[in-house]
């Protein structure tokens, strides 16, 4: 299993100094792994990244979330088109950092919908997904789709939704991406879901019902991972927080990342490392009982 962090816990920028700064905080912290989000991927570049990365020892993979120009479930045809072309980017960029991982909002726009989704907005997006999982299983990617709650999707969430939009993609390349976070909205408990999904679990983020340092809110974390032992995931799990000390606007923006709640980005990421580093050693005793 791999640790990783968001790397918005440390720069709100992915040029040169952003990721310098994030890859050898990541590392500092004592993660395996970095997830960048890719909400600019023509401005990002991948050769320099791939390079801080080797250099650093880390592992890596990529999100984002759509918007209205790129969403798949778009009834105009030109997002829908807009969307998939970006995502194969992503897919390309993904592929040139030698991650296996690419995951987010990646089904529709990242928003607050004020209507139900369509059955044409479905299968609009089912279709495109269907064509990426091609190309990514052809770059060995897995393609995890993050349920997020109701303010910022309309399609789907939670994990049993998530499972029959799966059904309608139907490829193996395409997993369901849980998030401690969003589930404490959705879901009925924190454990039911990963056993719903099983070994269709592709990617985790674990947050805080605030976003803030794991332990200070109300999510309830122990049966989260009791769960992940239970199912035997495997897959890599991501520290997610955010704040208005680092700032990256469209982001921010679309999370409702409107306050502090927290300063120092090192001593937060090593804190969440130690946080499930710890639950992950615990329950995998769990098998011994
Ligand atoms: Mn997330």
């Known amino acids: 299993m791999q640790l990783g962090v968001h ?28 997830e960048i989000p890719l909400m600019d991927p023509y401005g990002f570049d991948r050769k320099l990244a791939a390079g801080l990365l080797a250099d650093n020892g880390l592992a890596v993979t990529a999100s984002l979330g759509l918007s209205d120009a790129t969403d798949l479930t778009s009834a105009n045809p030109a997002a829908v088109e807009a969307g998939e072309r970006m995502l194969e980017e992503c897919l390309d960029i993904v592929a040139a950092m030698g991650g296996r991982h690419l995951c987010g909002v990646i ?15 479905r299968a609009s997006s089912a279709a495109a997904l269907g064509r ?9 990617i897995t393609l995890s789709l993050e349920v997020v709650n109701r303010y910022e999707t309309n399609l789907m969430n939670t994990g049993r939704q998530a ?8 490829s193996d390349a395409v997993r ?4 401690t976070y969003h589930m ?21 983020h674990i947050g805080e019902s605030h976003r803030g340092y794991l332990g200070s809110g109300t999510v309830d974390f122990d049966p989260f991972f009791r769960a992940l032992a239970r199912v035997g995931y495997d897959g890599p799990v991501v520290f997610e927080s955010f704040s208005s000390a680092v700032v990256n606007d469209d982001l921010s923006r679309a999370l409702g990342i409107w306050r502090n709640l927290w300063q120092d980005s090192d001593d937060l990421a090593a804190h969440a490392q130690r946080f499930i580093r710890d639950h992950l050693h615990a329950v995998g005793s769990i098998a011994m009982h």
């Open 7 to 34: 790397a918005l816990v440390f720069t709100g920028t992915f040029d040169r100094a952003g990721l310098t700064t994030a890859v050898e905080s990541t590392r500092a912290a004592g993660f395996d792994l970095l």
């Open 107 to 121: 089904y529709s726009a990242m928003k607050k919908y004020l209507e139900p989704p369509t059955q044409a907005g």
């Open 132 to 140: 990426l999982a091609a190309r990514a299983a052809d770059l060995g």
């Open 163 to 170: 499972l029959a939009f799966l059904d309608e993609i139907g």
């Open 176 to 179: 369901v991406h849980l998030d």
């Open 184 to 204: 404490h909205i959705e879901e009925s408990d924190m454990f039911s879901p990963v056993l719903d999904v099983g070994d269709r679990l592709g990617y985790v």
